[in-house]
């Protein structure tokens, strides 16, 4: 049965101005890549990548964006929220030497992947890229990890110029990785996309969701109509190199397709 | 090869008697496609209406023990694009396809019509009935017997496509509905729709689950009135019934066969079995066929009809 769940916020953690981590006392039991829904019961329902999860707790990491994301910047510890999940595919544990690209908000899934891997013995490496330093997460949450890791903004604001994808064109040039996973904005995850095509990965993906349980079909990517609820949101090279609407549309609220 | 689980709906082959229902998986080409290689026969688009629609806040989806709540709300990328799906799939696809749409009036009825008319869509079905939008809509067109005929009679006149009525379960006497509808020409009819409406609460927020507050409900637990209603209607017509509400197994699916449906809706038990339950559901009436000795499906008995 499709459960939900009911819970009280355990901490809030200001990440930056606008992005916050909500951690709640639970044992979810999700996968790194899983997600769940999310309401306030107030309008709204949406999806949110696993951060991190423990046996007793777990957490998402948001970022102000909407109406629906501002109403939570205004919850206290202490407030309820409802949940339901996990829902969704989730990250091979690769044991070998890994890549892990981030960009913006999308990165925190990839600290509970970096946790993951790193407790199955693989040799980690993460880079973490931003618009500006303001909107860069998790740079210290990797450091104490002790993984590898570098981050970059576009506006130079930590010193270098440039993108994540920058950052591991560079390391894929001198390295050899035996696998690569990224999380983090569509036309990132196709830049990237073409530095791969030696190499065996996973993106995590992100579309309008809706029944989140592989019903309603808004959630279908082209050509091939896999959910990205269900089959995905992780989704490993063999579809990705499929699919025809990666990095020019997606479907809005109401279907209709939308470009990029 | 011959096959057995081959039938007719209306002067139209299908490969598998099972229906991908509206509003489940029809809302790109794509998601009909993934659909159809798993198993349908037939597929129904998303309910089209003549402008787009966002639907309702969410939640729209709330289980319980014994099926589904679902307010939706008719999101649907607008008669147009919805169209353009339905063509993307059929250059794909020799599949058959039921392009559903939803209206309130006559007018917006017969401007829909026009639009399925130039479309590569098999079957137009009128969704009369959808339980999601009475705030906005009232009560639903299925309610009267009267208006089903009344409209069902018009896009007649008009349609290039065999025409199904959908019809609601949460009237009064569906019976006479049912007839309207035939007396008006309809092909077919599609029944049922989600029943209820319901609710579920959250006690920790005391809020309704769903933000629409209320939803139609499927799943398992409709499948005794789903076959009751099926029964009481074929018993009193002639046109073919498409007929759906909680079947998830080869045996619920029989069970609607002999209720009188001469092809059957499978949408809900997409989440209780994957996307392969279509699959599944094929093969299970082909091991009931071979368990009972009869060599196709449409050897299937049907019940003594009421007299």
């Known amino acids: 049965m499709d459960k939900r769940v009911t819970l009280k916020i355990a901490r809030i953690t200001r990440e930056t101005e606008l992005i916050n981590t909500y951690t709640f006392k639970h044992n979810l039991g999700a996968r790194p890549g899983q997600f769940i829904m999310l309401t306030d019961f107030e309008g709204g329902e949406k999806p949110f990548s696993i951060a991190d999860c423990h046996a007793d707790e777990f957490s998402i990491t948001v970022k102000k964006v909407g109406e629906f994301t501002t109403r939570l910047f205004e919850k206290q510890e202490g407030d309820f929220l409802s949940i339901r999940g996990p829902y969704g595919s989730s990250f091979f544990i690769s044991n070998q030497k890994v890549l892990l690209v981030g960009g913006g908000y999308g990165t925190p899934p990839l600290y509970y992947l970096a946790r993951t891997l790193l407790d199955v013995g693989a040799d980690v490496t993460v880079v973490n890229g931003a618009r500006t330093k303001e909107d860069l997460v998790f740079c210290d949450r990797f450091r104490h990890l002790g993984v590898r890791y570098q981050s970059i903004t576009q506006d130079g604001s930590l010193g270098q110029e440039g993108t994540s994808v920058d950052l591991a064109r560079n390391l894929l040039k001198s390295e050899h990785f035996d696998f690569v996973y990224a999380a983090g904005p569509e036309m990132m995850m196709k830049a990237l996309m073409s530095e791969l095509a030696d190499y065996e990965y996973e993106f995590l993906f992100e579309r309008y969701m809706k029944c989140a349980i592989g019903i309603c079909g808004n959630c279908t990517v082209d050509p091939i109509g896999i959910r990205l609820c269900v089959e995905g949101p992780v989704m490993p090279k063999k579809y990705v190199v499929q699919l025809t609407e990666f990095g020019r549309y997606h479907r809005d609220a109401t279907g209709k397709r939308i470009e990029f | ?307």
């Not at chain 2, 629609?53 to 694009?81: S, W, Y």
């Open chain 2, 1 to 307: 090869m011959h096959n057995r689980l081959q039938t007719k709906f209306s002067g139209v082959t299908v490969d598998s008697p099972l229906v991908l229902p509206a509003g489940v998986m029809g809302m790109s080409y794509s998601g009909m496609s993934y659909s159809a290689v798993h198993g349908a026969g037939v597929i129904t688009s998303k309910s089209l209406t003549l402008q787009p629609r966002t639907g309702h806040k969410g939640p729209v989806m709330a289980g319980f023990e014994g099926g589904f709540l679902n307010c939706m709300g008719l999101c649907n990328p607008g008669i147009q694009d919805g169209l353009r799906e339905v063509n993307d799939f059929k250059e794909r696809s020799d599949t058959p396809v039921i392009v559903s749409v939803f209206a309130t009036n006559m007018d917006d009825f017969l401007q829909l019509t026009h639009h399925v008319n130039e479309s590569a869509g098999d079957f137009l079905e009128l969704n009369l009935s959808c339980p999601n939008v009475f705030d906005e809509f009232g009560i639903p067109l299925a309610a009267s017997a009267e208006e089903v005929g009344r409209i069902v009679g018009a896009v007649k006149g008009i349609s290039k496509k065999p025409v199904i009525a959908k019809l609601s379960p949460n009237v009064y006497d569906i019976v006479s509905i049912a007839c309207a509808a035939q007396d008006a020409g309809a092909d077919g009819l599609c029944m049922i729709n989600t029943v209820g409406p319901g609710m579920l609460i959250d006690t920790k927020m005391v809020k309704p689950v769903l933000h629409n507050k209320f939803g139609g409900l499927s799943g398992p637990c409709i499948k005794p009135i789903a076959l009751k209603l099926v029964y009481q209607t074929s018993s009193a017509i002639d046109i073919p019934i498409l007929g759906m509400g909680g079947v998830t197994y080869g045996n619920d699916a029989v069970e609607m066969w002999m209720a009188g449906a001469q092809i059957i809706g499978v949408g809900t038990a997409i989440y209780y079995r994957g996307i392969e339950v279509f699959n599944m559901i094929n093969q299970e009436i082909l091991a009931y066929l071979d368990e009972m000795g009869y060599e196709t499906i449409n050897d299937i008995p049907r019940l003594e009809p009421i007299l």
